[in-house]
């Protein structure tokens, strides 16, 4: 079985990270509003990265990380761009700050 951590993109623009082990179905709650709390008030939302992982703890622990993420660092990954992933990584952790 595999599980994902997945990214959502809201109508106001913010980000949602989550993980499931079937992400259409998922996205489909989101949508419909089932799922109450943040994406409820913010639909449609938009599925703007997901990652698979071998265990459910491996995709939770990729959410919880990229929760803690700021924007930048997200756009970057959506992007693919992870030269800026890792520089936005160093940047946040004072490497390369005057």
């Known amino acids: 079985m595999a599980f994902y951590a ?3 993109r809201c109508r ?3 980000f949602y990270a989550g993980h499931t082990d079937d992400l259409e179905m998922r996205i489909a709650q989101h949508q419909s509003g089932v799922i109450e709390g943040y994406t409820s008030t913010r639909r ?3 599925l703007v990265w997901c990652e698979t992982f ?3 703890d491996e ?4 959410e919880r990380k990229i929760k ?3 924007r930048a660092k997200k756009e970057a990954l959506i992007a693919g761009d992870w030269v800026r992933v890792r520089l936005l990584a160093r940047h946040r952790q004072g490497v390369g700050k005057t």
């Open 6 to 8: 997945y990214l959502l």
């Open 12 to 14: 106001d623009g913010s």
């Open 44 to 46: 449609p939302v938009t």
């Open 54 to 56: 071998p265990t459910r």
């Open 59 to 62: 995709a939770f622990a990729a």
């Open 68 to 70: 803690g993420w700021s």
